[in-house]
């Protein structure tokens, strides 16, 4: 497993973007005190131009994190160390469309959150249900990290966007560049990410720049715990994520192939039966053991939903030791039993 | 394949991992003419640096509103906000008005019934007449 790369080597992410007053070189400050005679004499090596970044005499409020309000209270809602500067959090409200220079936007530091976040909820998945199939694993990932879920997410840690990526706009709010009414989002969006967005996709991406943020200021221990507590915190049913269609024909498939005794549905409780609101109790017995139980109105609808909940007994199945892979990230003598492997899904 | 996924999303359950302060903003507004505003302009000057140092995770604002009676109002994450006139009260309660505000979630006012509610279905399950001791067919 490819090991994410340290601290160090992943400044580049966040080469500062050029406020006079933090990112002042030393020429900079000579030239204010010292004679303009003496002063280009005393210029101390600078790097080469193209790796320093422009200077820009005057700023606009938007790239001046430190004349927001909003900005210290989101940082402070959200319980993040002071290691994690409120220029990072400004940096990670400017969405690619709102500015054409790559180093005020979130574009990298969102790059690096969709990376930490979809590995972390990919990885608690594979392992607490190890015999998910494919695209319920899919499915489950987006629905803790996916595009809508961050949204919601963002909404929810207070932040608002501004209605246009203007000057003045305070630095505290997601700044975006909208699309045109009638604009078909999703092929507008893979059309050119870099012209106009929805709300809904800037706000997933500021999320995934705060995480990137808590990752590169904080560490990797912050990150996991910073996720578990903001993304894993919530609610999600797996089970009701199932849409079967054929139950019993995969059921009969499944027996099969782990070399069970074929199901055999029978009728456990019934009442009603030619009443208008009959109730009927099926159970799906795989030779003298129970595998699933389900109820209906009808005998048929009993029989599949008994079909249905012997299919996610199975599917939902957890192990009782549950050990992350990137538990090895922490520490390398960490004692890892690796995770149940499933041989995959039924095929009918 | 058989098995299709529905799309759903994940619910948010805040303070069960990470808990989000529901108040995020508060704007005091004073009068520096009207009577009714002393006490606002008290709790300005002596109570509101401490409570804006203990509540970080609220924006707030002070502005004067001139001629009117001072409230305080604020906004929470749900969208929605609440106003609270603050007029003829003395500086202390009005710290205890900017305490509520922070302890609202912004949700309207309603009366409580049950003593729980959750999103989760019951430990111990809903009674069925079906899975007794020796129910026969």
Request: charge should be positive; aromatic fraction near 8%.
């Amino acid at each position: 497993m490819k090991r994410i790369r340290n601290l160090t080597s992943v400044n580049s992410l966040l080469r500062p973007a050029a406020v006079p007053a933090i990112n002042a070189s030393p020429s900079l400050l000579l030239r204010s005190s010292a004679s303009t005679v003496a002063s280009a004499a005393e210029i101390p090596e600078t790097p080469s131009p193209e790796l320093q970044p422009q200077l820009l005499s005057t700023l606009p409020p938007s790239r001046n994190p430190l004349a927001s309000a909003k900005l210290p209270a989101l940082h402070a809602r959200l319980n993040l160390h002071p290691n994690y500067p409120i220029q990072t959090l400004a940096r990670a409200l400017v969405d690619p469309s709102a500015d054409k220079d790559l180093r005020f936007t979130n574009q990298n530091l969102t790059t690096l959150g969709n990376t930490l976040t979809g590995y972390y909820a990919a990885e608690y998945l594979m392992v607490t249900y190890p015999r998910l199939p494919t695209e319920v694993l899919y499915a489950a990932v987006s629905a803790y990290v996916g595009n809508k879920a961050l949204a919601s997410l963002g909404r929810e840690w207070g932040i608002e966007s501004a209605f246009e990526p203007t000057a003045d706009v305070d630095a505290g709010l997601l700044q975006f560049s909208r699309l045109a009414p009638g604009v078909d989002p999703k092929a507008a969006l893979h059309r050119d990410p870099n012209a106009g967005s929805t709300l809904e996709h800037a706000m997933a991406n500021l999320v995934r720049s705060v995480f990137a943020g808590v990752y590169l200021h904080e560490g990797l221990s912050a990150t996991k715990q910073f996720f578990r507590q903001h993304v894993l915190s919530r609610k999600l049913d797996v089970d009701k994520l199932f849409d079967f269609t054929q139950p019993t024909r995969e059921l009969s498939r499944l027996c099969a192939r782990e070399g069970f005794e074929p199901p055999v549905a029978r009728l456990l409780a019934e009442t009603g039966r030619h009443s208008r609101h009959p109730v009927f109790v099926v159970g799906v017995y795989s030779g003298s053991e129970l595998i699933g139980e389900g109820h209906g109105g009808s005998l048929d609808e009993a029989r599949i939903r008994a079909a249905v909940n012997a299919l996610k007994g199975w599917y939902l199945y957890s192990p009782p030791e549950k050990d992350l892979p990137s538990k090895t990230e922490e520490s390398r003598d960490a004692k890892f039993k690796p995770a149940y492997i499933d041989p995959g899904e039924v095929i009918v | 394949m058989p098995v299709t996924p529905l799309r759903l999303i994940s619910k948010s359950q805040n303070g069960v991992g990470a808990f989000v302060l529901q108040c995020k903003r508060m704007e005091f507004n004073y009068c520096d003419w009207a009577g009714s505003s002393k006490g606002m302009n008290s709790f300005l000057k002596h109570h509101l640096p401490k409570f804006a140092k203990a509540n970080p995770q609220i924006e707030i604002t002070v502005s004067p509103r001139p001629h009117k009676h001072p409230i305080i109002r604020s906004e929470y994450i749900n969208g929605r906000e609440k106003v609270i006139c603050v007029r003829n009260l003395e500086h202390n309660q009005i710290l205890q008005k900017a305490e509520l505000l922070r302890n609202s979630s912004g949700l309207k006012l309603r009366r409580v019934t049950k003593p729980v509610s959750s999103m989760n279905e019951s430990v111990r399950g809903i009674f069925s007449p079906f899975h007794g001791t020796g129910y026969a067919i």
